[in-house]
């Protein structure tokens, strides 16, 4: 390069030296290696080859129909396209035009074509028209691509103890590839899972107990202590922005009216791939991979990649439960994916140099600054899915067949109208959570503060199980079928509880329950305790200690209790509960116990030696009037 460089730049041009790079350099001295010489020659000096001669413009039209033809068809054989060139020449221009050879056409056709080795559907989608053409990515936050998978571990569930497998949400910043965001679900997930993950690449990651030092906000031009001060916690060294284009495929849960509300309060756009081109996400799916090689094979439990290559009895294998799995992911992804070194992901404006997503993350401070823009923790309300209804004067709201009250909250808005206008003129916005249906979220329009609205059909004594959507449209369906016409939702309680657990004859032992329906009521706590989690704290409650003693001896209590079979305690939580309200009733309904009589009432009153008292005395009068 210093020899080039020192070349006057008119000989050089002459020379065809005179854009010739570092890279440049690099290309030919490979070229020369395998094929000597010849590999240093520019191709773009070259004369354009004549073609094949034996292929007139009559084969070459026959060439490129039958292309357009095998396109939309299924697949075929080289075989069967030397038939369909030679059938349409023969219609088309006369049995007496000559044909090349197969062995010509099939080497034709691989140096127009290629070798063919695609599937169909993905050959057909190169082949689609490009809208915007390639966008080059050069800060964090530009492009996260997300993505959900099933994990290839089996984990055990902390109702029943079965060994289930849980899908895994990846967030991705394109960029630095941090993982920004992820999640853990059982079954699959949802709108409002995807809208939690979105908000967790906005929110900072807070340190956990068991974490040290080296895993704290890192980045220089912005000290950990500040970070700390505007989040209320110390940070974690993982990247958090405001995501301009979130890149998913096309399932349901990236298409819905909800995901597109989540959009418009975050300020995103959510931009699905082209279809039939997973290569748009390449980066996310190949993260997916990545992780495997790197964590889950180590894992007791892990099920490998496909049906022939598991072992013998993953599900027997399996140790961990879903929560420490995911303290565990949280644990490398900070610890270890965002120090390791990236190697074929090195930004263009340093190929050569040794990064890693913590380095590419602090070399864009300087480059294009840093946003540092925290959401309050109420934005976890405005994700969630939105109703527009009336407040009834005697029963509150209803949110999807279910009643919810609080005669506190609701005393100044009953029966009136809000100040709404537009398409929903009147009403009253309500947050409802899917995940948890035992209460909704109503904001005060005074002070603005959300508040939650319980069921009005729960308990008001004992704890009240956790149910989803799904448990509720089931027992509205139940309901229904059993030809009930409630007047309250109290009365839809029994149904519930029976529903979750609360009588269990022997076809509803835990033995006896299919894993479908198992990993259902799994499902169901799992969420309730993730919609409890991602919920901010209540202003009014107390602030956290620091000592870590009684947070450390619950965790402990839960692991403890999360690996044992616990159906017969959400049994008796249901069985608690609908015992609690019938006392409640049995109490409402009866009058107030009367206190009994004291020691020796009843021989004071009736005894004959008792002096009268004055006031009887005046009553009565003396004894001269008695005459």
């Known amino acids: 390069m210093a020899e080039l460089a020192a ?8 020379l065809g030296l005179g854009s010739v790079g570092y890279r440049t350099l690099i290309r030919w001295e490979n070229a020369r290696r395998r094929f000597g010489l010849v590999g240093c020659a520019d191709d773009r ?47 088309e221009f006369g049995p007496e035009t000559k044909v090349p050879s197969y062995d010509t056409l099939r080497r ?41 998978t099933v994990l290839p571990v089996m984990v055990r569930e902390h109702v029943f103890g079965d060994p289930v497998k849980m899908h895994l949400t990846l967030a991705l910043d394109v960029c630095t590839h941090s993982l920004v965001a992820f ?52 940070v974690a060294g993982l990247p958090f922005f405001t995501p301009e284009t979130v890149t998913t495929d096309h399932g349901s849960v990236y298409r819905n009216h909800h995901l597109v509300e989540v959009e418009r309060v975050l300020g995103c756009q959510v931009l699905p791939a082209r279809v039939l081109r997973p290569t748009d996400k ?41 929560d420490q799995l995911e303290h565990l992911i949280a644990t490398w992804i900070v610890g270890v994916w965002q120090k390791r070194k990236l190697g074929e992901y090195a930004p263009a404006w340093d190929p050569d140099g040794s990064h ?44 999807r067949g279910l009643w919810y009250d609080d005669p506190d909250v609701l005393r100044d808005y009953r029966g009136e109208l809000s100040t709404r206008g ?50 509720a449209s089931a027992l509205l369906a139940k309901a229904a079928t059993a030809g009930l016409k409630p007047q309250s939702d109290a009365e839809l309680l029994p149904v519930l509880l029976e529903l979750i657990g609360s009588n269990i004859p022997v076809s509803k032992w ?76 049995r109490e409402a309904a009866r009058p107030a116990p009367v206190p009994p009589p004291e020691l020796g009432h009843s021989f004071r009153a009736r005894s004959v030696f008792v002096l009268p008292e004055d006031d009887l005395e005046e009553d009565c009068g003396g004894p001269d009037d008695a005459g």
Not at 197 to 217: F, I
Not at 289 to 303: A, D, M, P
Not at 368 to 394: N, W
Not at 427 to 452: A, C, M, N
């Open 510 to 585: 835990p033995t006896q329950l299919k894993k479908s329906q198992r990993t259902e009521h799994a499902r169901e706590t799992h969420q309730a305790r993730a919609a409890q989690a991602d919920r901010p704290p209540d202003r009014a409650a107390p602030a956290r200690s620091a000592d870590p003693a009684p947070a450390a001896a619950a965790a402990a209590a839960e692991e403890e209790t999360a690996t044992v079979l616990s159906w017969p305690g959400r049994a008796r939580q249901t069985q608690d509960a609908l015992a609690g309200e019938r006392r409640q009733r």
């Open 356 to 399: 890693s997503p913590k380095s590419l993350f602090a070399a864009s401070f300087a480059q294009t600054g840093f946003a540092m823009d925290i959401p309050s923790p109420e934005l976890f309300y405005e994700l969630l899915a939105a109703h527009y209804v009336r407040i009834d004067k005697r029963r509150g709201v209803k949110i």
């Open 108 to 148: 034709l056709w691989q140096e127009w074509f290629g070798p063919g080795g695609a599937r169909q559907r993905y050959a057909r989608s190169a082949d689609l028209p490009e809208s915007q053409g390639h966008i080059l990515v050069h800060r964090p936050g530009q492009v996260v691509a997300l993505d959900t």
């Open 183 to 234: 999640r853990l679900t059982l079954v699959s997930d949802t709108s409002v899972d995807v809208a939690m993950v979105l908000r967790d690449v906005t929110m900072p990651l807070p340190m956990r107990a068991d974490w040290g030092e080296d895993l704290e906000w890192p980045y220089p031009g912005l000290p950990a202590a500040v970070v700390a001060e505007f989040a209320g916690h110390a």
């Open 282 to 322: 390449a980066a996310v799916e190949r993260a997916f991979g990545v992780i495997r090689q790197l964590l889950f094979e180590h894992l007791v439990g892990y099920t490998g990649v496909d049906v022939a290559d598991r072992g013998a009895d993953p599900a027997a294998d399996a140790a961990l439960t879903a």
């Open 7 to 14: 070349l006057d730049p008119q000989h050089a041009k002459l």
């Open 45 to 91: 000096w070259l004369r354009r080859s004549g073609g094949t001669r034996t292929v007139s413009e009559e084969v070459r039209e026959a060439v490129l129909a039958v292309r357009e033809e095998t396109k939309r068809m299924a697949k075929v054989s080289m075989r069967t396209k030397d038939r369909m060139i030679r059938q349409y020449v023969r219609e």
């Open 422 to 471: 537009g398409k929903h003129k009147g009403k009253w916005l309500i947050r409802r959570d899917p995940r948890d249906r035992r209460q909704v979220f109503f904001q005060d329009p005074i002070s603005h503060d959300w508040h939650p609205l319980p069921w009005t059909g729960m308990p008001r004594a004992g704890q009240m199980p956790a149910f989803g959507d799904a448990r």
